[in-house]
């Protein structure tokens, strides 16, 4: 019986059982247990399996001595510790799965939901190690804590444009997970939500954004770059520690504090802009990396109680800052550690909260960069992901080219829009 698949409806289309029980407060059906939620209201919950399958379908009604039940929900770790099933369908008639409902099904590789429901409960895949494909329904609001838990297989999730909220530790230890597009809709992203996340490369944090949690994307070790588009006012405590592999990260002007061990061990970290607003930098929140550039844009230095830069310079780190404040930083025990402190007359500093994140055609060729339907006599700039002004130009057609002597990250801003382009070629 392990390996016969199980089709728990006559028919596919109708998703309908016929049977005469109707004293019981349960009933099985093909080694499927079913609850009577309520017999007036005529809702059935799916309570587990009574033997093992491999192909779970379960069914929209069930036809109980003439009576039509209605699959409403799957209970709290109904299906959990099952490890033959290997995919399930839900139906669309199901309002609530519970907490824990597929835990450690370790053979489950594949799910289809077509309920409408608005939260994935807690716990809902956790340790399901093989599951590579499952969908996330687009009324969802709410990703729960744990939800998808060391599903080591899962390589793509598409998070839908109503999910507000996605809960602690929901896809952490997905080690497979290489790319992650968060929508505009999401606000709130929980402590450890993707944290050991060791193949994530592409992620941004979208400006609706307004809570990063601590651990969020601790030891993601294969991002290289970040960019944090929300209005987020904490950088907590080991955020984006252990990013090994992290070269670019942008601060916004909303932040007003960077917790302690924020970037630790992100080692390959080697420039940072403090933006203006930040008003307090723990102790070791750099600990681990060698920056050999830190901007300041605040022209007074602001007056940490720690000394965060002390143990993350080295003998050559240059403080760039903005001219005529060389000796209130110099002065200043949180700043004093620098061994070259160099004035700008213009921080060229893109204001990152003011700036429209729109799209308009850009696009690279080795170290070119091209914009093929530009007007003539525009304003154009390019700034590192530093938010420093590297390159301004004029231009003077309808279609503008022109090339960088570097790779990396980097952000245009042409006619009031800004547009992030990537150059990986070699030098």
């Known amino acids: 019986m392990g390996n016969r698949r199980l089709f728990i409806s006559l028919a596919l289309v ?102 409408s429901i608005e939260k994935i409960p807690d716990n809902l895949f956790e340790g399901c190690s093989n599951l590579e494909n499952v969908n996330i329904p687009k009324n969802v609001v709410h990703i729960g804590s744990s939800a998808f838990l060391n599903c080591k297989s899962l390589k793509n999730i598409d998070i839908p444009v109503t999910v507000k909220e996605i809960g602690v530790k929901a896809f952490s230890g997905c080690t497979s997970i290489n790319r992650l597009d968060l929508p505009e809709s999401v606000r709130i992203i929980a402590d450890s939500a993707f944290s050991g996340c060791t193949s994530l490369s592409y992620f941004d944090i979208p400006a609706s954004v307004k809570k990063l949690g601590k651990y969020a994307f601790y030891g993601c070790t294969a991002i290289k770059d970040i960019v944090i588009y929300g209005e987020v006012r904490d950088i907590e405590e080991y955020t984006f520690a252990l990013c090994e592999e992290l070269e670019s990260i942008n601060i916004p002007n909303s932040v007003i504090k960077i917790g302690a061990y924020a970037f630790s061990n992100c080692s390959k970290l080697r420039a940072i802009m403090i933006p203006n607003s930040v008003i307090d930098i723990d102790n070791d929140a750099f600990n681990g990396c060698r920056f050999e550039k830190v901007y300041s ?80 006599g525009e304003e154009l700039t390019v700034y590192d992901y530093n938010g420093i002004r590297i390159k301004t130009l004029t231009t003077d057609t309808s279609y503008t080219e022109f090339t960088l002597d570097r790779t990396g990250m980097f952000l245009v801003n042409y006619k009031g829009k800004t547009e992030k382009i990537i150059l990986k070629y070699k030098l």
Request: net charge negative.
């Open 14 to 115: 109708i998703f309908s059982f016929v049977i005469s029980d109707l004293c019981a407060e349960s009933i099985v059906i093909n080694d499927i247990s079913f609850v009577f939620n309520d017999k007036e209201t005529e809702n059935v919950s799916v309570a587990g399996l009574k033997d093992v399958s491999d192909t779970i379908i379960i069914p929209n009604t069930i036809l109980v001595a003439g009576t039509k039940y209605k699959v409403t929900e799957i209970e709290d770790d109904a299906f959990s510790g099952n490890t033959v099933m290997n995919s399930i369908l839900i139906p669309s008639s199901v309002e609530r799965i519970g907490n824990g409902a597929f835990r450690n099904c370790t053979s489950l590789k594949n799910v289809i939901i077509s309920t």
């Open 297 to 376: 844009t605040n022209p007074e230095p602001p007056a940490f109680i720690s000394r965060p830069f002390v143990d993350s310079i080295t003998d050559n780190s240059i403080l760039y800052l903005p001219k005529g404040s060389e000796c209130e930083y110099k002065n200043s025990p949180s700043w004093n550690c620098f061994s070259k402190y160099v004035p700008l007359d213009n921080m060229n500093i893109l204001g990152m909260e003011d700036t429209a994140f729109d799209k308009f055609t850009v696009y690279t060729d080795g170290n070119r960069i091209i914009i093929p339907d530009s007007e003539a």
